[in-house]
């Protein structure tokens, strides 16, 4: 990105910053709430922002933001299927909002990040058909209580992260290796469920003349082979690529699907690339050395392509013709110039895109604070303000990073 001035974001755009409810909340009660970490962490506290949005609320417009990504945890709200929603949590999430909207922050709501209540895990989770009803009489009940209040609304984040992890890789609850049927199965079950609740979302959440907006958040993650003529490592790449980015695009938005969504929300971090099978990430204990021997510019998780993102967002719209969101961008590092660095490069990308065409309506960085990373722990930084974890108060303080995005958000790109 040369000359820094020149990024000026449509009138109207939207930057804020996201986290989801396990990662932040604490106190919750799912298949989360047992899971140890890698580093030996639980999401049992997590940032408390169960007790402290108001303060987070207050950091948010301090940043300037003018829009929030959160998720509303299904297990807080219902205790059975089909139940009514619990008075008191849904007047905490009532609060959140409330207090959002007051500062000017404009909220999309995640129905469905990652977790689930412990009766729907109990029932087989998103392998059991029921689940799909299940969801949707939740979704319903919660779009007419926050109509008032919500008009963006986001399904379901990143269905292929979850259905992989937990199904073929064994990384999220419940832990399941190699379970390629059950990945197909949560993915059209997930996928049936968005279609019906998008549909609920957009006739029940109009308000006077104010429509809702509902998409899913997809993860794109580009798979290459590291070198060009090695036929495995380009196999695997594309099998990666036909299933986590092909299969589940199609599932719910190929064809007739595509009209239950307003939106599409990219969730873009960067890239993978395989040799002699290895994906060469960190997440996936690839050592730092060798990444840098290889030439890779990785955060603590993955390979960072800027370059990416002026290929998906042309290519989602040319194949869906929706407005997008970026509902999640960011990277983890304890080094702020990288991370700096980064943003800008991604920001780069992300406005010639826009000037080449792609209706880009939003940004969200990942994410406000440090939190839990799944099963990582807390040992991934994303945060715009650090949380000082071992003193039990959870002080959060901005860093380097938080004044440089507070610029962005002000000055709409600047
Ligand atoms: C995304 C998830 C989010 C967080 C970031 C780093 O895949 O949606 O919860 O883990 O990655």
């Known amino acids: 990105m040369s000359g820094e001035n020149i990024l000026k974001f449509p009138p109207g755009f939207l930057w804020g910053t996201a986290t989801s409810p396990t990662q932040v909340e604490g106190h919750i009660e799912n298949e989360w709430t047992n899971f140890t970490a890698m580093d030996g962490g639980n999401c049992r506290v997590a940032c408390d922002h169960y007790h402290r949005y108001p303060e987070d609320v207050e950091w948010m417009a301090k940043l300037g933001a003018n829009a929030y990504r959160f998720g509303i945890e299904w297990s807080r709200l219902q205790a059975a299927p089909f139940a009514p929603l619990n008075p008191t949590e849904l007047a905490r999430y009532a609060d959140l909002l409330d207090r959002l909207i007051a500062a000017g922050i404009t909220p999309m709501v995640v129905l469905h990040h990652f977790s689930n209540p412990p009766w729907i ?213 304890a080094d702020e110039s990288f991370r700096e660095r980064d943003l800008k490069q991604n920001l780069g990308a992300l406005h010639r895109s826009m000037r080449a065409g792609v209706d880009v309506r939003g940004f969200f960085y990942w994410s406000l604070l440090d939190n839990f990373e799944w099963q990582f722990g807390y040992t991934k930084k994303f945060g715009l303000l650090a949380v000082d974890f071992s003193d039990p108060k959870l002080p959060r303080s901005p860093k380097p990073l938080a004044a440089a995005y507070e610029k962005i958000c002000r000055q709409n790109g600047g």
């Open 121 to 333: 895990n109990a029932a087989g989770g998103w392998t059991n058909s029921a689940t799909v009803a299940a969801y949707v009489d939740f979704v319903r009940q919660l779009v007419v209580a926050l109509k008032e209040k919500v008009f963006l609304w986001n399904t379901f984040n990143e269905p292929d992260t979850y259905a992989c992890v937990a199904y073929l890789l064994g990384g999220f609850p419940p832990q399941k290796k190699w379970k390629l049927g059950q990945f197909r199965r949560v993915t059209l079950h997930m996928a049936r469920a968005h279609v019906q609740a998008s549909r609920i979302i957009r006739r029940d959440g109009v308000v006077g003349n104010r429509k809702p907006e509902v998409g899913i958040a997809k993860n794109w993650t580009f798979f290459h082979a590291y070198k060009r003529f090695s036929p495995w490592d380009r196999m695997t790449a594309f099998a990666c690529h036909y299933v986590f980015n092909k299969f589940v695009l199609d599932a719910f938005l190929g064809g007739w699907r595509r009209k239950a969504s307003t939106f599409i929300g990219l969730n873009y971090y960067g890239r993978v690339r395989f040799h002699h099978f290895r994906a060469m990430i960190p997440a996936s204990g690839a050592p730092v050395k060798t990444l840098k021997d290889f030439g890779f510019v990785c955060d603590d998780m993955v390979e960072r392509y800027p370059a990416g993102l002026e290929k998906i967002l042309p290519y989602l719209r040319r194949k869906f013709h929706l407005p997008i969101y970026i509902t999640e961008h960011g990277s983890a590092s």
